[in-house]
C-alpha cells in the first residue's frame, strides 16, 4: 500500500535531507533549461543546508519534505504574507522517479489547505518561462499567469519567470 507523508522541516537533519534532495533533483531537471552553471550556483547559494537553516529561522520559511513509502522523495518550501493574504510557494521538487505520480497535486492540496487555514486568499509562485511541463502542471491545478518578471539573482544570473497566482 502507498503511504505518502508529509513532514516539517525543522532539525538539521531534516535540513540536510532537503539539501541532498535539492542537489539531487536541480541536477536531474534543471541544466537543459537554465545550463549547469546556474543550476550549481543556485543550489550552493538557495538550497544548501546553511541557506536552508538561514530561510527557516531567520527569513519564515516554511519547508516540507515529503516521504513515500519511508523515503524522502520531494520538498516544498513556502514563506506566509500575511500583508497580501497569500502563501507564496517558493520550492515545490519531486525526485524524477515520482514525477507524473500525482504527488505534485498532494503536495498543493496540503498548501491549499494550509493556506485556507491562515485564512490566506491564494498561492503565488515563479516559474521559468521555459520550464514547460511546470507550467503546464500548474495550469491543470488551477495556477493562471499574472505577469512575466526578470530578476538578478547574482553572479550575472536572472530568474526569468512567469509569476503564477491560484486562489484558494
Known sequence: MLKVKIVSVQTPQAIRMVEKLAKEIWN????????????????????????????????????????????YIGYVGVVPKKKNK???????????????????????????R??????????????NKDNFDAISAYQKMGFKKVRAMKKPIGQGFFLDDYIMSCPV
Request: charged residues 30%; hydrophobic residues 40%.
Open 28 to 71: 536531474e531537471y534543471y541544466p537543459p533549461i537554465i545550463g549547469q552553471k546556474q543550476v550549481d550556483y543556485m543550489v550552493k547559494t538557495f538550497q544548501s543546508a546553511v541557506a536552508i537553516a538561514n530561510q527557516i529561522f531567520r527569513e519564515n520559511f516554511i519547508y516540507y519534505l515529503m516521504k513515500k513509502n519511508e523515503k
Open 114 to 127: 494550509t493556506a485556507r487555514r491562515k485564512s490566506f486568499k491564494k498561492i503565488t509562485l515563479y516559474v
Open 86 to 112: 497569500e502563501l507564496f510557494l517558493s520550492k515545490i521538487y519531486i525526485k524524477k522517479s515520482e514525477r507524473g505520480k500525482g504527488l505534485g497535486k498532494k503536495f498543493l492540496s496540503f498548501l491549499k
